[in-house]
């Protein structure tokens, strides 16, 4: 079992950051990919980016690409999301998301290919 906990939400201006926090306990990581993705109201839920916990590769969606970045710190088992320029668009509940396997696969961009889930944290963009 992995237990994730989200932090760092809240009320930004459009344009203005946020880093997402995600700390992750109760199993070793090395062979995991880790995710964000996020749930606007009426919306599926979206794949936003994705990173290897033993290389530190990474992958975005093209919607975040160059605006939001995904990294981890193993020393602290934690998955962040610096998310800067945001748009009224990028408004909605982020969640993180772990699962064993490679990064580089199909499933990795699809909510199905990850088995375990944060609570989420709300992102809020006012325009």
């Known amino acids: 079992q992995v237990q994730l906990v989200e932090s760092g939400g809240g009320l930004v201006q459009a344009g203005g950051s946020l880093r997402l926090s995600c700390a992750a306990s109760g199993r070793t990581l090395s062979s995991y990919r880790m995710a964000w993705f996020r749930q606007a109201p009426g919306k599926e839920r979206e794949f936003v980016a994705a990173?290897?916990?033993?290389?530190?590769?990474?992958s975005y969606a093209d919607s975040v690409k160059g605006r939001l970045t995904i990294s981890r710190d193993s020393a602290k088992n934690t998955v962040y999301l610096q998310m800067n320029s945001l748009k009224p668009e990028d408004m909605a509940v982020y969640y993180c998301?772990?699962?064993?396997?490679?990064?580089?696969?199909?499933?990795?961009?699809?909510?199905?290919?990850?088995?375990?889930w944060g609570q989420g944290t709300q992102v809020t963009v006012s325009s």
């Open positions: 998301a772990a699962s064993s396997g490679p990064l580089y696969s199909s499933i990795a961009s699809r909510w199905q290919g990850y088995i375990y």
């Open positions: 990173i290897s916990w033993s290389s530190g590769s990474t």
